[in-house]
């Protein structure tokens, strides 16, 4: 593996929890992984609720898009070194090979874009959610990936999907 590895963060619609950690992961990384998202069924267009939060929090959105994971399964793709699903429903799904049989796990998180309820509600689920999410890419970021082996390495990644956000 490279000194910059590629994540690919995966969600049924590609708008709202995957977008947020492909965002996070690139900023928090510095450049030690480069990420993407992408979704099995893209909604075609990112939650406004997560471009305000992203937004708000000083992160940029300017290119974000929500994508479908075939992009990333066809030649020429970026080749992935981890995959993560961010929703249960991605995670049942089945998935696209991945060229370089990349890691992978399952970080499940709610899902903000699917709440009923008054916007001031919706932001406070969508800020939660943003919090876990980055939780969970600072213990992957706190991980010394170069002196792992790829078996223990997947074992870390799998386990902070079950790590209490």
């Given at each position: 593996?490279?000194?910059?590895?590629?994540?690919?963060?995966?969600?049924t619609?590609?708008s709202?929890?995957?977008?947020m950690?492909?965002v996070?992961?690139?900023?928090?990384a510095?450049g030690r992984?480069?990420?993407f998202?992408?979704?099995?069924?893209?909604?075609g267009?990112?939650?406004?609720?997560?471009?305000?939060?992203?937004?708000?929090?000083?992160?940029?959105?300017?290119n974000?898009?929500?994508?479908?994971?075939?992009?990333?399964?066809?030649?020429?793709?970026?080749?992935?070194?981890?995959v993560?699903?961010?929703c249960d429903?991605?995670a049942?799904e089945?998935?696209?090979?991945?060229?370089?049989?990349?890691m992978?796990a399952?970080?499940g998180?709610?899902d903000?874009?699917a709440?009923?309820g008054p916007?001031?509600?919706?932001r406070?689920?969508f800020?939660?959610?943003?919090i876990?999410?980055?939780r969970?890419i600072?213990?992957?970021?706190?991980?010394p990936?170069?002196?792992?082996?790829?078996?223990?390495l997947?074992k870390?990644?799998?386990?902070i999907?079950?790590?209490?956000?």
């Open positions: 593996m490279s000194n910059t590895y590629n994540i690919l963060f995966l969600c619609g590609n709202a929890r995957s977008i950690a492909e996070l992961m690139n900023h928090l510095r992984f480069h990420a998202s992408a979704g099995s069924h893209p909604a267009a990112v939650n406004p609720f997560a471009l305000e939060l992203l937004d708000h929090k000083g992160l940029p959105t300017a974000l898009r929500s994508k479908n994971w075939d992009e990333f399964a066809e030649p020429g793709a970026p080749k992935m070194d981890f993560i699903t961010v429903r991605a049942g089945v998935c696209p090979v991945w060229p370089g049989q990349p992978t399952h970080w998180f709610e903000p874009a709440f009923q916007d001031g509600a919706k406070k689920l800020e939660k959610v943003f876990e999410i980055a969970r600072e213990l992957l970021l706190a991980l990936l170069e002196k792992l082996d790829r078996l223990a997947e870390k990644v799998r386990e999907g079950r790590a209490q956000p």
